[in-house]
């Protein structure tokens, strides 16, 4: 097995290389991103879309592929970070968007829409009897954040090394940790993920390393009397879809419920693995979900839900709750009409037919790299994996430490100069339209990859 520190002075050179051929064949792209740098900082409005030397415009989407403005037709595997499930532009996704256009795009009132798709989480997750919908899942969590604060009394969050949960102050933080700046790995202590978040909202936060359930015990212990929740995520996602360990999870929901503390399972990513979510194949009735991603059909979506006692907070019009939600656009009909038409397509031989492909994928990306003696660990479950340039399996966020980032974002622009779109951080995801001779393509780049690495 070939060392890191071997490859990666080839991995510079393919970088070096790569990013040549990728300045000369994409000029639109180029000239695109010189006019958006002038009216938005870094050219974009989410941190994830720049990568250097610079993003590529899209022009549109097709099924599995994206193409962009310099005509490169490339295969998607990142689905607008795992949001396009069935694709980009599902016939029936469009057709039920065209008939809601018809009908008008945002209301004062329920359009009806918004009790079907709620009707539709609540029959297929079995721990959820009520839910409201936000814009986007950073609301989502928010909410239920603030509702299990409402409900205990009590303060303080507690989250995982590595977890993320979206933009707002309580947990954007911890999730990515520079070497040496987390405090020890069994007590992590939280850091700033951003300027602008105050020590006295760390202050609310007490970090648990994942998949350390020891460790999780001693720290929901000692603050017990003042945290109102744990959040987590079954799947840690950008660390790169590290599933939770069953014990850890069904601990972890064991203590927490034990102590009085609300549980909420962060399902925005994980729900493509099932109609019941993660919660399902792990045995586990979360207190709150919070659900993002597929359930808009790609369009802008949060929501969050769960036990009726918990979401009777929200009840301020008739139940004399305490906890005023607005939102112009919650529930906006459009993101209802297109999530009720996806949802409908998200049958289970849909769910086990995408979680097989990836099983099988992951296997094929292991032997891959067994046969050019390349360091790779490949994470995942279901339809989400990625590759981690590493000896060492990847457990929790400090794992991904001893990774090379150098040699995946080479392979990440020799992906984008060969027509596969990856995630520059390493992140991918299948969406139904993908079949063989999708896989195969990009295993074929992979593989030319691997061997550019090693020759
Ligand atoms: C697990 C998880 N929670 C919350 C969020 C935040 O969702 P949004 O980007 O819609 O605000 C994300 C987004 O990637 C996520 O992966």
Do not use: W
């Not at 938005?40 to 409005?45: F, Q």
């Not at 109609?275 to 207190?287: C, E, N, R, S």
């Amino acid at each position: 097995m070939a060392a890191l520190a071997e490859l990666e002075p080839r991995a510079r050179q393919i970088l070096e290389r790569e990013r040549v051929v990728y300045e000369a064949s994409n000029p639109r792209s180029r000239e695109a991103f010189e006019r958006s740098c002038r009216v938005l900082p870094g050219g974009v409005s989410r941190t994830l879309c720049y990568f250097p030397p610079f993003p590529c415009q899209t022009a549109y989407g097709e099924g599995c592929r994206v193409v962009d403005v310099d005509g490169h037709r490339r295969l998607d595997l990142f689905n607008c970070a795992t949001t396009l499930i069935l694709g980009h532009r599902p016939p029936v996704v469009v057709k039920a968007v065209e008939e809601q256009l018809g009908r008008g795009t945002a209301f004062q009132t329920n359009s009806g829409l918004e009790t079907v798709l709620a009707e539709m989480l609540v029959d297929r997750v079995a721990s959820v009897e009520q839910i409201r919908f936000t814009n986007s899942g950073s609301e989502g969590t928010q909410m239920a954040i603030r509702a299990a604060r409402a409900f205990t009394g009590r303060p303080k969050v507690a989250k995982m090394e590595g977890g993320y949960h979206g933009t707002h102050d309580c947990v954007e933080n911890s999730v990515r940790v520079p070497a040496g700046s987390g405090g020890p790995a069994e007590a992590p202590v939280a850091v700033a993920g951003s300027a602008g978040i105050t020590p006295g909202v760390l202050n609310d936060v007490v970090i648990i390393p994942y998949n350390n359930l020891e460790a999780a015990r001693r720290i929901l212990a000692v603050h017990a009397s003042d945290l109102a929740c744990v959040i987590v995520e079954p799947i840690l996602g950008s660390v790169g879809f590290v599933p939770a360990e069953r014990d850890f999870l069904v601990g972890l929901h064991r203590e927490a419920t034990r102590l009085g503390i609300v549980f909420i399972l962060d399902e925005v990513q994980s729900f493509r693995l099932d109609g019941g979510g993660a919660q399902k194949l792990f045995g586990i009735v979360p207190d709150l979900t919070c659900f993002g991603k597929i359930i808009g059909g790609g369009f802008p979506v949060g929501a969050f839900g769960g036990r009726r006692d918990i979401m009777a907070l929200f009840n301020t019009a008739t139940g004399g709750g305490s906890i005023p939600h607005a939102g112009t656009f919650n529930a906006n009909p459009i993101t209802m009409a297109a999530g009720i038409a996806t949802l409908e397509q998200l049958t289970e031989p849909v769910y086990a037919r995408l979680n097989r492909m990836g099983d099988g994928l992951r296997d094929r990306l292991k032997a891959l790299g067994d046969r050019y003696s390349v360091p790779m660990y490949v994470s995942g479950i279901g339809s989400m994996f990625k590759i981690h340039f590493s000896a060492a399996p990847v457990r929790c966020y400090r794992d991904t430490l001893q990774s090379s980032s150098l040699i995946h974002t080479a392979l990440f622009l020799f992906g984008l100069n060969r027509d596969v779109f990856l995630s520059e951080g390493g992140r991918c995801c299948l969406s139904v339209p993908i079949g063989d001779p999708e896989l195969g393509e990009y295993l074929g780049v992979v593989e030319e990859f691997l061997a550019a690495l090693t020759c």
